[in-house]
């Protein structure tokens, strides 16, 4: 329906995963800092994925805060498998979700663990009422819009401990009971905005503070 789906290069590289031991408000899931590897370079979406991009796949809209131009949200994990798999259908592409370390890996965009979107120089959609227009806030140094706040992002990964081993490609375990959430949402506290912040909810789940954006091989 004349709908275009942005995506944003990231290139493969090595980056330090986790909260440091002097962040205030980490979290035990956190932890410990570890080394991981990207190989493979990979496409993330520029914005999270819109009302109008879900209503032309899907053709229904269950979002909380109504507006072509919002983030689609109050979806649930099993209902982004759903979309994306219309979604490859109709575009003969395999988008996907990301997994939680490209999230972070694109969050960062070269900054700390401890600034919003990877960095202070971009803006974090915070109204504390309702989520907001894409663009409308700076994007991260990767040109990524609302990596923190608007709605907060599933991810494709289970949620597990950490290890201070070094991985490659992690992809989580292949069982579990709640899927990673990631960015933090518009309602949520400012801390919770930190790259590093790990939400998880279980995969048949939804509410109106969480969405997500594609990712591509």
């Known amino acids: 329906n004349g709908i275009s789906i942005e995506m944003v290069k990231v290139e493969a590289g090595t980056f330090m995963m986790g909260a440091t031991s002097e962040m205030e408000n980490s979290e035990v899931y956190e932890k410990p800092v570890h080394q991981v590897?990207?190989?493979?370079?990979?496409?993330?979406?520029?914005?999270?994925?819109?009302?109008a991009l879900w209503q032309a796949v899907l053709g229904s809209n269950p979002s909380n805060f109504k507006g072509d131009n919002l983030p689609i949200e109050r979806v649930?994990?099993?209902?982004?498998?759903?979309?994306?798999s219309k979604l490859n259908s109709l575009t003969g592409r395999k988008f996907r979700l990301p997994t939680e370390a490209e999230w972070e890996y694109a969050a960062r965009a070269g900054g700390s663990?401890?600034?919003?979107?990877?960095?202070?120089?971009?803006?974090?959609?915070?109204s504390g009422v309702s989520t907001s227009c894409l663009c409308t806030k700076?994007?991260?140094?990767?040109?990524?819009y609302d990596m923190s706040g608007n709605v907060a992002e599933w991810c494709s990964?289970?949620?597990?401990?950490?290890?201070?081993?070094?991985?490659?490609?992690?992809?989580?375990?292949?069982?579990?009971?709640?899927?990673?959430?990631?960015?933090?949402?518009?309602?949520?506290?400012?801390?919770?905005?930190?790259?590093?912040?790990?939400?998880?909810?279980?995969?048949a789940d939804s509410n109106g503070k969480v969405g997500f954006r594609l990712a591509l091989d």
């Not at 663990?113 to 915070?126: F, L, M, R």
Request: proline share 7%; charged share 25%.
């Open 157 to 203: 990964d289970y949620l597990a401990r950490y290890k201070a081993d070094a991985v490659v490609n992690p992809t989580g375990p292949e069982k579990g009971i709640q899927k990673i959430v990631r960015g933090g949402s518009f309602a949520d506290d400012p801390w919770m905005h930190r790259c590093a912040v790990r939400g998880h909810m279980k995969p």
């Open 37 to 51: 590897t990207l190989t493979n370079d990979y496409y993330i979406g520029k914005y999270e994925v819109t009302q």
């Open 138 to 144: 700076k994007p991260n140094a990767y040109g990524l």
């Open 76 to 84: 649930t994990w099993n209902d982004c498998q759903e979309f994306i």
């Open 113 to 126: 663990s401890d600034e919003p979107a990877g960095g202070e120089s971009a803006e974090v959609a915070v």
